[in-house]
């Protein structure tokens, strides 16, 4: 066996793990799980967002470590779910180097998913929030357009020659917003805010922020830090962008959105998160599922509002909800739990918060800004100790399980 090319490929898998939207702990614990399963007398992983350490020794052999540089990440469920099972292919038979090679391509040259799902994905979870928001029929008919043409026509055009995920946000914020309040100005559309405010959570990463939280709580401070600042400089990017589009357009966005009936916002959050599953290029089937949790999380949400609890609780109780399905999926699936968590999670994460603090901040409306801000810290909170809960809970489970205590 050569280690060190078995280490390459290793670390290989953990990148790609990462760069699909794996959690930076999962992707590491992968590699932990993978290396230890061949004869190695040491073995020790770090990984965060942007860089991957790992250093091994073998029986009767030296040290080997190599450092891996992660310049970009994003959202491929379908990829990730493929690295996964390779992952568990791999604990369980310890291939050779060359066949570990050739199942890493044979993922990496999965076919993309096609041009028509894209196109689906991004109007049923920018409309679908839209609904969620207020929009009437008309506006969702300007959303479907927008959506077509600018987040998905020109984001791909823009996503093939821009990395930065700040210029990346600022462009489609401000052609989508452009698109929209100039609609509104010839009579299309009612409510050009709402319509806004739902394309923008395509870009918006809410979850970002509630996974750095949680990332701080397990003690992973940098990670965390990471999350929470691209999320922030990313929301930065959209407010800026929509902030522009509104002084060149005379577009208004500080009309906060009214919620509408229980079972449109049900339907509307099923859609949403749905969409959202195929915007991270997950299966249909997947994504299937993904839309129930987001309606089911909705409906958590709701239930504990009406029985007399606070936005603290409610949102806790969508978070705790979401997480216990997501381990479910994952059994019944046999994919990463991820790909339910971070969509079935959509409606309670505060993507409309953290925009509309950003927004006031870059129109020095800090009232505005600062009450957003508390909003956003309380709901990032909540969703974190939801996840935390059913975590510890799966966790002391499977001991007592495994012990037969």
């Not at 979850?207 to 999320?231: F, Q």
């Not at 997501?326 to 079935?344: E, G, K, N």
Request: glycine content about 10%; some cysteine.
């Amino acid at each position: 066996m050569d280690y060190e090319l078995l280490l390459n490929e290793i670390i290989n898998i953990g990148k790609e793990m990462i760069k699909s939207g794996a959690e930076t702990d999962r992707a590491e614990d992968s590699m932990y799980r993978m290396l230890e399963s061949y004869d190695l007398e040491q073995c020790s992983v770090f990984a965060i967002q942007s860089d991957i350490q790992a250093t091994i020794k073998p029986k009767d052999g030296h040290f080997i470590t190599q450092i891996r540089r992660i310049h970009i990440t994003g959202f491929n469920y379908d990829r990730l779910d493929y690295l996964n099972n390779l992952s568990r292919y791999i604990c369980k038979n310890t291939p050779s180097v060359e066949e570990i090679r050739l199942k890493y391509d044979e993922v990496m040259s999965r076919r993309p998913q096609p041009l028509y799902l894209q196109y689906l994905a991004v109007i049923l979870g920018g409309v679908g929030f839209g609904v969620y928001f207020g929009c009437d029929w008309l506006d969702s008919v300007v959303g479907i357009v927008i959506c077509g043409f600018v987040e998905v026509y020109f984001g791909q055009i823009l996503d093939k020659k821009e990395r930065s995920l700040v210029v990346y946000n600022l462009v489609i914020a401000f052609l989508s917003s452009a698109a929209v309040f100039l609609a509104a100005r010839i009579g299309l559309g009612h409510h050009p805010d709402r319509i806004v405010l739902g394309l923008n959570m395509v870009l918006i990463s809410g979850l970002g922020v509630a996974n750095g939280i949680r990332d701080v709580l397990k003690r992973a401070y940098l990670s965390g830090i990471v999350n929470i600042t691209n999320s922030c400089l990313g929301a930065i990017a959209i407010a800026c962008g929509t902030g522009l589009a509104m002084l060149l357009f005379k577009g208004d966005m500080y009309e906060m959105y009214i919620a509408p009936s229980i079972a449109v916002q049900l339907i509307s959050c099923g859609v949403a998160s749905m969409g959202f599953a195929l915007v991270f290029k997950a299966a249909v089937k997947q994504s299937f599922y993904a839309g129930i949790g987001g309606a089911v999380n909705c409906a958590c949400y709701l239930l504990v509002k009406y029985l007399g609890g606070n936005d603290f609780a409610a949102v806790m109780a969508g978070a705790a909800f979401v997480a216990a399905y997501a381990y479910r999926m994952s059994r019944v699936h046999r994919a990463p739990a991820t790909i339910f968590l971070t969509t079935s999670i959509m409606p309670v994460i505060p993507g409309a918060t953290l925009f509309y603090m950003m927004h006031g901040f870059v129109q020095s409306d800090y009232g505005m800004a600062s009450q957003q801000t508390i909003l956003l810290a309380q709901t990032c909170l909540a969703v974190a100790f939801g996840f935390l809960i059913v975590e510890i809970a799966t966790r002391y489970l499977g001991e007592i399980k495994a012990t037969g205590i």
